[in-house]
Protein backbone atom coordinates (compact mmCIF):
# COMPACT_ATOMS: atom_id res chain seq x y z
CA UNK A 1 0.00 0.00 0.00
CA UNK A 2 1.42 3.36 -1.06
CA UNK A 3 1.25 6.06 1.20
CA UNK A 4 -1.36 8.43 1.09
CA UNK A 5 -0.08 11.65 1.33
CA UNK A 6 -0.23 12.77 -2.34
CA UNK A 7 0.66 16.16 -4.70
CA UNK A 8 -1.70 17.39 -7.26
CA UNK A 9 -0.38 17.00 -11.12
CA UNK A 10 -0.47 20.88 -11.27
CA UNK A 11 2.26 21.32 -8.65
CA UNK A 12 4.71 18.95 -9.69
CA UNK A 13 6.58 21.36 -10.29
CA UNK A 14 7.57 22.22 -6.86
CA UNK A 15 8.97 18.56 -6.18
CA UNK A 16 11.34 17.99 -9.12
CA UNK A 17 14.07 15.39 -7.86
CA UNK A 18 11.38 14.23 -5.23
CA UNK A 19 9.49 11.06 -4.60
CA UNK A 20 5.89 11.77 -4.73
CA UNK A 21 2.68 9.91 -4.72
CA UNK A 22 0.06 10.78 -7.29
CA UNK A 23 -3.88 9.20 -7.67
CA UNK A 24 -5.96 9.65 -10.44
CA UNK A 25 -6.95 7.67 -13.51
CA UNK A 26 -5.25 6.47 -16.62
CA UNK A 27 -5.78 8.57 -19.77
CA UNK A 28 -3.16 6.52 -22.04
CA UNK A 29 -1.34 3.60 -22.01
CA UNK A 30 1.61 2.83 -24.41
CA UNK A 31 4.34 0.15 -24.05
CA UNK A 32 7.53 -0.68 -26.16
CA UNK A 33 7.37 -3.84 -24.23
CA UNK A 34 10.70 -3.11 -21.81
CA UNK A 35 8.89 0.15 -20.97
CA UNK A 36 5.30 1.33 -20.26
CA UNK A 37 4.75 5.01 -20.33
CA UNK A 38 0.95 5.86 -17.96
CA UNK A 39 -0.66 8.85 -18.91
CA UNK A 40 -2.39 9.93 -16.25
CA UNK A 41 -4.95 12.98 -15.36
CA UNK A 42 -5.95 13.59 -12.18
CA UNK A 43 -8.09 16.27 -12.90
CA UNK A 44 -5.70 19.29 -12.60
CA UNK A 45 -3.57 18.28 -15.55
CA UNK A 46 -1.60 15.44 -17.21
CA UNK A 47 1.36 13.98 -16.49
CA UNK A 48 3.30 10.71 -18.29
CA UNK A 49 4.58 8.15 -16.15
CA UNK A 50 7.54 5.59 -17.12
CA UNK A 51 7.72 2.69 -15.53
CA UNK A 52 10.99 0.82 -16.87
CA UNK A 53 10.62 -3.24 -16.33
CA UNK A 54 14.12 -3.98 -15.68
CA UNK A 55 13.87 -1.36 -12.65
CA UNK A 56 10.66 -2.47 -11.38
CA UNK A 57 9.00 -5.89 -9.31
CA UNK A 58 7.47 -8.49 -11.18
CA UNK A 59 4.30 -8.02 -9.24
CA UNK A 60 4.35 -4.22 -10.54
CA UNK A 61 4.91 -4.75 -13.96
CA UNK A 62 1.89 -7.46 -13.99
CA UNK A 63 -0.46 -5.18 -12.64
CA UNK A 64 0.74 -2.37 -15.27
CA UNK A 65 -0.22 -4.93 -17.85
CA UNK A 66 -3.87 -5.24 -16.36
CA UNK A 67 -4.32 -1.42 -16.53
CA UNK A 68 -7.16 -0.03 -19.63
CA UNK A 69 -7.91 3.41 -20.12
CA UNK A 70 -9.81 4.97 -17.39
CA UNK A 71 -9.03 2.59 -14.63
CA UNK A 72 -8.11 4.46 -10.64
CA UNK A 73 -4.71 4.53 -9.58
CA UNK A 74 -2.25 5.57 -7.32
CA UNK A 75 1.51 5.76 -8.40
CA UNK A 76 4.67 6.71 -6.76
CA UNK A 77 7.75 8.13 -8.49
CA UNK A 78 10.43 10.87 -9.08
CA UNK A 79 9.39 13.96 -10.77
CA UNK A 80 11.91 15.11 -13.28
CA UNK A 81 11.58 18.00 -16.13
CA UNK A 82 11.24 16.75 -19.32
CA UNK A 83 10.36 19.37 -21.76
CA UNK A 84 8.90 17.30 -24.27
CA UNK A 85 6.06 15.46 -22.04
CA UNK A 86 2.21 17.26 -21.87
CA UNK A 87 2.89 19.48 -18.89
CA UNK A 88 6.79 19.60 -19.00
CA UNK A 89 7.33 16.94 -15.93
CA UNK A 90 7.60 12.95 -16.29
CA UNK A 91 7.59 10.69 -13.54
CA UNK A 92 10.13 8.08 -13.04
CA UNK A 93 7.48 5.29 -11.75
CA UNK A 94 8.55 2.92 -8.16
CA UNK A 95 5.28 1.28 -7.43
CA UNK A 96 1.37 1.11 -8.83
CA UNK A 97 -1.16 0.41 -7.24
CA UNK A 98 -4.77 -0.07 -8.96
CA UNK A 99 -7.70 1.68 -7.33
CA UNK A 100 -10.08 0.37 -9.93
CA UNK A 101 -10.11 -1.50 -13.41
CA UNK A 102 -12.26 0.00 -15.97
CA UNK A 103 -14.38 -1.62 -18.27
CA UNK A 104 -13.94 -1.03 -21.53
CA UNK A 105 -14.08 3.04 -22.08
CA UNK A 106 -16.81 4.28 -24.67
CA UNK A 107 -14.67 7.20 -25.50
CA UNK A 108 -11.44 6.31 -27.16
CA UNK A 109 -8.60 8.70 -27.80
CA UNK A 110 -9.81 9.08 -31.63
CA UNK A 111 -12.57 11.68 -32.93
CA UNK A 112 -16.13 10.98 -31.93
CA UNK A 113 -19.45 12.84 -32.86
CA UNK A 114 -20.98 15.70 -31.17
CA UNK A 115 -24.32 13.54 -30.46
CA UNK A 116 -21.86 10.21 -29.25
CA UNK A 117 -20.04 12.89 -27.06
CA UNK A 118 -23.24 14.62 -25.59
CA UNK A 119 -24.76 11.58 -24.69
CA UNK A 120 -21.82 10.69 -22.47
CA UNK A 121 -21.26 14.08 -21.39
CA UNK A 122 -20.52 12.30 -18.00
CA UNK A 123 -17.15 10.94 -18.85
CA UNK A 124 -16.52 13.22 -21.81
CA UNK A 125 -16.11 16.13 -19.28
CA UNK A 126 -13.10 13.64 -18.43
CA UNK A 127 -10.79 14.54 -21.90
CA UNK A 128 -8.09 17.69 -21.11
CA UNK A 129 -9.96 19.65 -23.58
CA UNK A 130 -13.14 19.98 -21.78
CA UNK A 131 -11.36 20.16 -17.95
CA UNK A 132 -9.33 23.05 -19.03
CA UNK A 133 -12.42 24.57 -20.41
CA UNK A 134 -14.16 23.59 -16.78
CA UNK A 135 -11.20 25.16 -15.01
CA UNK A 136 -10.82 28.13 -16.73
CA UNK A 137 -14.62 29.03 -16.34
CA UNK A 138 -13.62 28.13 -12.50
CA UNK A 139 -10.94 30.84 -12.86
CA UNK A 140 -13.52 33.29 -14.15
CA UNK A 141 -15.74 32.76 -11.53
CA UNK A 142 -13.15 33.21 -8.83
CA UNK A 143 -11.79 36.43 -10.47
CA UNK A 144 -15.29 37.88 -10.93
CA UNK A 145 -16.20 37.49 -7.30
CA UNK A 146 -12.76 38.23 -5.56
CA UNK A 147 -13.61 41.90 -8.54
CA UNK A 148 -16.46 42.52 -6.64
CA UNK A 149 -15.79 41.85 -3.27
CA UNK A 150 -12.36 44.49 -3.31
CA UNK A 151 -14.79 46.83 -4.59
CA UNK A 152 -17.35 46.61 -1.98
CA UNK A 153 -20.07 44.89 -3.59
CA UNK A 154 -22.41 42.87 -1.25
CA UNK A 155 -23.13 39.17 -2.51
CA UNK A 156 -26.85 39.15 -2.24
CA UNK A 157 -28.29 35.74 -3.85
CA UNK A 158 -31.58 36.00 -6.14
CA UNK A 159 -34.43 33.54 -5.99
CA UNK A 160 -34.70 31.23 -8.19
CA UNK A 161 -38.81 30.41 -7.77
CA UNK A 162 -40.52 33.84 -9.02
CA UNK A 163 -43.88 34.60 -9.26
CA UNK A 164 -43.02 37.59 -12.47
CA UNK A 165 -41.01 37.83 -15.88
CA UNK A 166 -38.25 39.86 -15.74
CA UNK A 167 -37.01 39.78 -19.04
CA UNK A 168 -40.50 39.34 -21.15
CA UNK A 169 -42.67 36.67 -20.95
CA UNK A 170 -42.10 34.65 -24.13
CA UNK A 171 -39.33 32.71 -22.77
CA UNK A 172 -40.60 31.68 -19.28
CA UNK A 173 -40.21 28.09 -17.76
CA UNK A 174 -43.10 27.82 -15.97
CA UNK A 175 -43.72 25.77 -13.12
CA UNK A 176 -46.63 24.66 -10.36
CA UNK A 177 -46.23 26.17 -6.82
CA UNK A 178 -48.98 23.51 -4.46
CA UNK A 179 -51.24 24.74 -7.42
CA UNK A 180 -50.30 28.28 -8.07
CA UNK A 181 -48.30 29.24 -11.33
CA UNK A 182 -44.63 30.45 -10.68
CA UNK A 183 -41.45 30.72 -12.76
CA UNK A 184 -38.25 29.80 -12.98
CA UNK A 185 -36.19 33.04 -12.92
CA UNK A 186 -34.98 34.81 -15.83
CA UNK A 187 -33.00 37.27 -13.95
CA UNK A 188 -32.15 38.13 -10.68
CA UNK A 189 -32.38 41.87 -11.52
CA UNK A 190 -35.69 42.73 -10.21
CA UNK A 191 -34.84 41.69 -6.77
CA UNK A 192 -31.25 43.05 -7.40
CA UNK A 193 -32.92 46.49 -7.78
CA UNK A 194 -34.55 45.85 -4.01
CA UNK A 195 -30.84 44.89 -2.44
CA UNK A 196 -29.31 47.76 -3.91
CA UNK A 197 -31.74 50.23 -2.15
CA UNK A 198 -30.99 48.13 1.31
CA UNK A 199 -27.50 47.91 0.67
CA UNK A 200 -25.71 50.39 -1.85
CA UNK A 201 -23.39 48.49 -4.16
CA UNK A 202 -24.62 44.25 -4.89
CA UNK A 203 -23.68 41.85 -7.14
CA UNK A 204 -25.40 38.04 -7.25
CA UNK A 205 -24.67 35.27 -8.86
CA UNK A 206 -26.93 32.08 -9.67
CA UNK A 207 -28.71 29.96 -12.53
CA UNK A 208 -31.29 31.84 -14.92
CA UNK A 209 -33.66 30.09 -16.91
CA UNK A 210 -34.85 30.56 -20.62
CA UNK A 211 -37.51 28.48 -22.69
CA UNK A 212 -35.57 29.75 -25.30
CA UNK A 213 -36.90 27.86 -29.17
CA UNK A 214 -34.12 28.70 -30.83
CA UNK A 215 -31.35 26.30 -31.67
CA UNK A 216 -27.92 28.37 -31.14
CA UNK A 217 -24.22 27.90 -30.22
CA UNK A 218 -24.84 30.43 -28.21
CA UNK A 219 -28.32 29.68 -26.20
CA UNK A 220 -28.77 27.80 -22.75
CA UNK A 221 -31.84 26.90 -21.48
CA UNK A 222 -30.02 26.99 -18.41
CA UNK A 223 -27.26 29.41 -18.15
CA UNK A 224 -25.31 31.39 -14.95
CA UNK A 225 -25.69 34.94 -14.64
CA UNK A 226 -23.68 37.33 -13.13
CA UNK A 227 -25.14 40.38 -12.03
CA UNK A 228 -24.73 43.39 -10.47
CA UNK A 229 -26.48 46.88 -9.34
CA UNK A 230 -25.80 49.61 -7.81
CA UNK A 231 -27.80 52.82 -6.08
CA UNK A 232 -26.41 56.45 -7.51
CA UNK A 233 -24.32 54.36 -10.35
CA UNK A 234 -25.65 56.06 -13.71
CA UNK A 235 -25.41 54.86 -17.32
CA UNK A 236 -21.62 55.91 -17.75
CA UNK A 237 -20.59 54.65 -14.15
CA UNK A 238 -22.32 51.39 -15.17
CA UNK A 239 -20.38 50.97 -18.33
CA UNK A 240 -17.08 51.87 -16.58
CA UNK A 241 -17.63 49.24 -13.75
CA UNK A 242 -18.52 46.74 -17.02
CA UNK A 243 -15.21 47.72 -18.76
CA UNK A 244 -12.70 46.96 -15.88
CA UNK A 245 -14.55 43.81 -14.69
CA UNK A 246 -14.25 41.85 -17.84
CA UNK A 247 -10.57 43.52 -18.17
CA UNK A 248 -9.78 41.80 -14.76
CA UNK A 249 -11.49 38.28 -15.61
CA UNK A 250 -9.34 38.57 -19.01
CA UNK A 251 -6.41 39.55 -17.20
CA UNK A 252 -6.55 36.65 -14.51
CA UNK A 253 -7.44 34.07 -17.52
CA UNK A 254 -3.87 35.09 -18.95
CA UNK A 255 -2.11 35.46 -15.72
CA UNK A 256 -3.73 31.61 -14.30
CA UNK A 257 -4.46 29.82 -17.09
CA UNK A 258 -1.85 29.32 -19.95
CA UNK A 259 -1.39 26.09 -19.54
CA UNK A 260 -5.24 25.55 -20.43
CA UNK A 261 -5.33 28.21 -22.97
CA UNK A 262 -1.69 26.42 -24.71
CA UNK A 263 -4.79 23.10 -24.36
CA UNK A 264 -7.26 24.65 -26.29
CA UNK A 265 -4.96 26.01 -28.58
CA UNK A 266 -6.28 29.59 -27.48
CA UNK A 267 -4.83 32.61 -30.00
CA UNK A 268 -3.85 34.46 -27.24
CA UNK A 269 -2.46 37.29 -28.97
CA UNK A 270 -5.79 38.25 -29.44
CA UNK A 271 -6.67 38.24 -25.68
CA UNK A 272 -3.67 40.43 -25.18
CA UNK A 273 -4.72 42.85 -26.82
CA UNK A 274 -7.41 43.97 -25.24
CA UNK A 275 -7.22 47.60 -23.91
CA UNK A 276 -9.03 50.00 -21.69
CA UNK A 277 -11.28 51.97 -21.89
CA UNK A 278 -13.40 49.56 -24.75
CA UNK A 279 -15.08 51.48 -27.48
CA UNK A 280 -18.40 52.82 -27.26
CA UNK A 281 -20.67 52.75 -30.66
CA UNK A 282 -24.37 53.85 -30.81
CA UNK A 283 -27.02 51.79 -31.53
CA UNK A 284 -27.91 54.71 -34.62
CA UNK A 285 -24.02 54.65 -35.72
CA UNK A 286 -23.95 50.55 -35.49
CA UNK A 287 -26.69 50.87 -37.74
CA UNK A 288 -25.21 52.98 -40.41
CA UNK A 289 -22.06 50.87 -39.62
CA UNK A 290 -24.25 47.81 -40.83
CA UNK A 291 -25.20 49.51 -43.72
CA UNK A 292 -22.29 50.98 -45.07
CA UNK A 293 -21.12 47.22 -45.35
CA UNK A 294 -23.88 45.98 -48.29
CA UNK A 295 -25.86 44.44 -44.40
CA UNK A 296 -29.64 45.28 -44.71
CA UNK A 297 -30.43 46.55 -41.33
CA UNK A 298 -33.09 48.88 -40.30
CA UNK A 299 -33.30 51.30 -37.44
CA UNK A 300 -35.54 49.28 -34.76
CA UNK A 301 -34.97 45.93 -35.26
CA UNK A 302 -32.66 43.78 -32.78
CA UNK A 303 -29.30 42.25 -34.27
CA UNK A 304 -29.19 39.09 -35.08
CA UNK A 305 -25.79 37.44 -34.32
CA UNK A 306 -24.43 38.02 -37.60
CA UNK A 307 -24.98 41.72 -37.38
CA UNK A 308 -22.96 41.63 -33.70
CA UNK A 309 -20.30 39.90 -35.64
CA UNK A 310 -19.70 42.10 -37.82
CA UNK A 311 -19.98 45.27 -35.58
CA UNK A 312 -17.81 43.22 -33.00
CA UNK A 313 -15.61 42.92 -36.16
CA UNK A 314 -14.37 46.52 -36.17
CA UNK A 315 -12.93 46.27 -33.09
CA UNK A 316 -10.04 44.54 -30.93
CA UNK A 317 -11.72 45.26 -27.54
CA UNK A 318 -15.30 43.98 -26.47
CA UNK A 319 -17.37 46.83 -27.68
CA UNK A 320 -20.24 48.39 -26.09
CA UNK A 321 -23.31 49.25 -28.03
CA UNK A 322 -26.03 51.76 -26.05
CA UNK A 323 -28.78 53.83 -26.50
CA UNK A 324 -31.18 51.05 -28.05
CA UNK A 325 -34.62 52.13 -29.14
CA UNK A 326 -37.21 51.90 -26.44
CA UNK A 327 -39.28 49.04 -28.83
CA UNK A 328 -36.67 46.42 -28.80
CA UNK A 329 -35.46 46.65 -24.75
CA UNK A 330 -37.34 45.67 -21.66
CA UNK A 331 -39.90 47.93 -19.64
CA UNK A 332 -37.61 48.84 -16.78
CA UNK A 333 -34.91 51.05 -18.78
CA UNK A 334 -34.60 54.67 -18.32
CA UNK A 335 -35.36 56.79 -21.30
CA UNK A 336 -32.36 59.24 -22.56
CA UNK A 337 -33.93 62.15 -21.26
CA UNK A 338 -32.51 64.27 -24.18
CA UNK A 339 -33.99 61.42 -26.62
CA UNK A 340 -36.84 59.41 -24.80
CA UNK A 341 -36.84 57.52 -28.53
CA UNK A 342 -33.79 55.33 -27.23
CA UNK A 343 -32.94 54.31 -24.09
CA UNK A 344 -29.89 54.07 -21.57
CA UNK A 345 -29.18 51.02 -22.20
CA UNK A 346 -25.67 48.97 -23.30
CA UNK A 347 -24.58 45.70 -24.75
CA UNK A 348 -21.35 44.54 -24.52
CA UNK A 349 -20.42 42.50 -27.71
CA UNK A 350 -17.25 40.47 -27.31
CA UNK A 351 -14.99 40.23 -29.98
CA UNK A 352 -14.35 37.44 -32.90
CA UNK A 353 -17.96 36.95 -33.21
CA UNK A 354 -18.89 35.86 -29.86
CA UNK A 355 -21.29 38.02 -29.23
CA UNK A 356 -23.45 39.93 -26.81
CA UNK A 357 -21.81 39.20 -23.18
CA UNK A 358 -23.30 41.72 -21.33
CA UNK A 359 -27.08 43.50 -20.93
CA UNK A 360 -27.47 46.01 -18.76
CA UNK A 361 -28.14 49.74 -18.33
CA UNK A 362 -29.76 52.77 -15.79
CA UNK A 363 -32.90 51.74 -14.15
CA UNK A 364 -36.48 54.03 -15.21
CA UNK A 365 -36.67 55.68 -11.35
CA UNK A 366 -39.71 57.86 -12.23
CA UNK A 367 -42.94 56.03 -10.40
CA UNK A 368 -45.44 57.05 -12.88
CA UNK A 369 -43.55 56.14 -16.20
CA UNK A 370 -42.75 52.79 -14.14
CA UNK A 371 -46.39 51.74 -14.11
CA UNK A 372 -46.95 53.14 -17.36
CA UNK A 373 -44.56 50.57 -18.82
CA UNK A 374 -45.90 47.79 -16.56
CA UNK A 375 -49.08 48.29 -18.37
CA UNK A 376 -47.98 48.87 -21.50
CA UNK A 377 -46.07 45.76 -21.73
CA UNK A 378 -48.72 43.77 -20.41
CA UNK A 379 -47.22 42.47 -17.20
CA UNK A 380 -49.58 41.86 -13.88
CA UNK A 381 -49.74 44.78 -11.95
CA UNK A 382 -50.37 42.98 -8.50
CA UNK A 383 -46.99 40.98 -9.51
CA UNK A 384 -44.76 43.96 -9.57
CA UNK A 385 -46.24 45.98 -6.86
CA UNK A 386 -43.29 45.37 -4.67
CA UNK A 387 -40.88 46.07 -7.39
CA UNK A 388 -42.92 49.92 -8.51
CA UNK A 389 -42.72 50.22 -3.91
CA UNK A 390 -38.90 51.00 -4.80
CA UNK A 391 -40.03 53.99 -6.62
CA UNK A 392 -42.42 55.01 -3.90
CA UNK A 393 -39.99 54.93 -1.32
CA UNK A 394 -36.97 56.89 -1.73
CA UNK A 395 -36.01 56.27 -5.96
CA UNK A 396 -32.33 56.72 -6.74
CA UNK A 397 -30.93 56.63 -9.91
CA UNK A 398 -29.59 53.59 -10.24
CA UNK A 399 -27.86 51.02 -12.95
CA UNK A 400 -27.56 47.41 -13.04
CA UNK A 401 -25.72 44.34 -15.99
CA UNK A 402 -25.43 41.25 -16.04
CA UNK A 403 -22.90 39.17 -17.96
CA UNK A 404 -23.41 35.79 -18.99
CA UNK A 405 -21.08 33.34 -18.00
CA UNK A 406 -21.09 31.04 -20.51
CA UNK A 407 -20.98 33.02 -22.91
CA UNK A 408 -17.79 35.01 -21.59
CA UNK A 409 -16.23 31.06 -21.25
CA UNK A 410 -17.05 30.27 -24.48
CA UNK A 411 -15.00 33.51 -26.08
CA UNK A 412 -11.80 33.12 -23.73
CA UNK A 413 -11.29 29.74 -24.17
CA UNK A 414 -12.12 29.94 -28.22
CA UNK A 415 -14.72 27.69 -28.44
CA UNK A 416 -17.38 27.04 -30.93
CA UNK A 417 -20.30 26.22 -29.28
CA UNK A 418 -21.74 27.62 -25.38
CA UNK A 419 -22.74 23.34 -25.04
CA UNK A 420 -18.68 23.06 -24.04
CA UNK A 421 -18.63 25.85 -21.05
CA UNK A 422 -20.82 24.11 -18.54
CA UNK A 423 -20.47 20.69 -16.91
CA UNK A 424 -24.15 19.48 -17.81
CA UNK A 425 -25.74 21.96 -20.41
CA UNK A 426 -29.09 22.26 -21.13
CA UNK A 427 -30.06 22.58 -24.70
CA UNK A 428 -32.92 22.90 -26.45
CA UNK A 429 -33.10 18.96 -27.57
CA UNK A 430 -31.27 17.77 -24.70
CA UNK A 431 -31.87 17.30 -21.04
CA UNK A 432 -29.64 14.15 -20.67
CA UNK A 433 -27.61 13.00 -18.55
O1 LIG B 1 -29.27 40.69 -21.92
P1 LIG B 1 -29.95 39.88 -20.88
O2 LIG B 1 -31.26 39.27 -21.22
O3 LIG B 1 -30.07 40.83 -19.61
C1 LIG B 1 -30.75 40.57 -18.47
O4 LIG B 1 -31.26 39.52 -18.16
C2 LIG B 1 -30.70 41.70 -17.49
N1 LIG B 1 -31.88 41.62 -16.62
C3 LIG B 1 -29.42 41.59 -16.68
C4 LIG B 1 -29.24 42.73 -15.70
O5 LIG B 1 -29.21 43.87 -16.12
N2 LIG B 1 -29.14 42.44 -14.43
O6 LIG B 1 -28.98 38.71 -20.40
C5 LIG B 1 -27.72 39.03 -19.90
C6 LIG B 1 -26.66 38.14 -20.51
C7 LIG B 1 -26.53 38.24 -22.02
O7 LIG B 1 -25.73 39.32 -22.39
C8 LIG B 1 -25.87 36.91 -22.35
O8 LIG B 1 -24.49 36.98 -22.10
C9 LIG B 1 -26.49 35.98 -21.34
O9 LIG B 1 -26.98 36.77 -20.28
N3 LIG B 1 -27.59 35.19 -21.90
C10 LIG B 1 -27.53 33.89 -22.23
N4 LIG B 1 -26.51 33.02 -22.16
C11 LIG B 1 -26.73 31.75 -22.55
N5 LIG B 1 -27.92 31.30 -23.00
C12 LIG B 1 -28.98 32.15 -23.08
N6 LIG B 1 -30.17 31.68 -23.49
C13 LIG B 1 -28.80 33.50 -22.69
N7 LIG B 1 -29.60 34.60 -22.63
C14 LIG B 1 -28.85 35.60 -22.15
MG1 LIG C 1 -29.49 41.15 -23.94
Known amino acids: ?7 SIKNLYRHVGEEVTLQGWLYNLRSSGKIFFLIIRDGSGIVQGVLVKKETSTETWEKAKQLTQESSLRVRGVVREEPRSPGGFEIQLTDLE ?20 AERRHLWIRTPRQSAILRIRAGIEHASRVFFHERDFILADAPIITPAACEGTTTLFEIDYHGEKAFLSQSGQLYNEANAM ?62 DLDILKR ?29 EFKWGDDFGAPDETAISDHFDSPVFVHHFPVGIKAFYFKPDPDNPEVVL ?31 EHGLPQEAFEW ?47
Open 345 to 375: GADLLAPEGYGEIIGGGQRLDDLKLLEQRIE
Open 267 to 295: DIGRLEAIKLPFPRISYTDAVELLNSKGI
Open 1 to 7: MIAVETV
Open 387 to 433: YVDLRRYGTVPHSGFGLGIERTVSWLCGIEHIRETIPFPRTLYRIYP
Open 98 to 117: IIGIAEPYPISLKEHGVDFL
Open 198 to 259: ALGRMYCFGPTFRAEKSKTRRHLMEFWMLEAEAAFFDFEDNMRLQEDLVYHIVSHVLQHHRA
